[in-house]
């Protein structure tokens, strides 16, 4: 049986340290989508540790280490809107999205990701925005399937500049 869960990952350093451990295996699964909007590491302002530094000290962001049987399997980052959009462009209105999300390549084709997501929509239970680039194949396929499944088939989904996004309410009481 899967056991899945979610711990915060500022309370427990052990769980920085893990994410530092595979945030390099991270980049690599985003690279083969060629979406060019991933900073070369090494730039200024962009090595690894100031980017891991800017997610922990994201006050709207909640960083969650994903356990299966107590170990470190993942990581997810969930953003809280905390203001209006600029962009010209209209945006449904949210109130959480997935900014970061990540299962380390021996844990996955386990249903970990599909369960931890699951959790992550019931703990924020609220309106939701995933986006995607269109050119990432695999994790167009997986939004769309983890959503679906989620929602029983109840959210909305667009295109637009390059990326596939659904929007969607979450929570226990709304599936």
């Known amino acids: 049986m899967l056991q899945v869960t979610l711990r915060d ?17 991270y980049l690599n699964d985003l690279a083969p989508s060629a979406t060019g909007i991933f900073p070369v590491l ?13 997610w922990f000290g994201d006050p709207t962001a909640q960083i969650l280490t994903i356990l299966y049987n107590d170990e ?3 990581f997810a980052m969930v953003r809280r809107r905390s203001e209006p959009s600029l962009s010209a ?3 449904p209105a949210f109130e959480f999205s997935m900014a970061e999300f990540f299962i380390a390549r021996a844990w ?15 703990r924020f239970a ?12 695999t994790a167009v396929k997986f939004w769309r ?16 500049n390059g990326e596939v996004q659904q929007h969607f309410a979450s929570g226990p009481q709304r599936r």
């Open 9 to 25: 990952s500022r309370s427990a350093r052990k769980d920085r340290r893990w994410i530092e451990s595979v945030y390099r295996d």
């Open 42 to 54: 090494g730039e200024v302002g962009h090595r690894e540790p100031d980017q891991l530094q800017r």
């Open 72 to 74: 470190p399997a993942g």
């Open 89 to 91: 462009a209209p945006v």
């Open 108 to 122: 996955r084709r386990r249903g970990i990701g599909s369960e931890a997501v699951r959790l992550l929509f019931d």
């Open 126 to 137: 609220g309106q939701w925005l995933i986006s995607e680039h269109v050119r990432n194949a």
């Open 145 to 160: 399937r983890v959503v679906a499944a989620y929602t029983q088939g109840k959210y909305q989904e667009r295109i637009l």
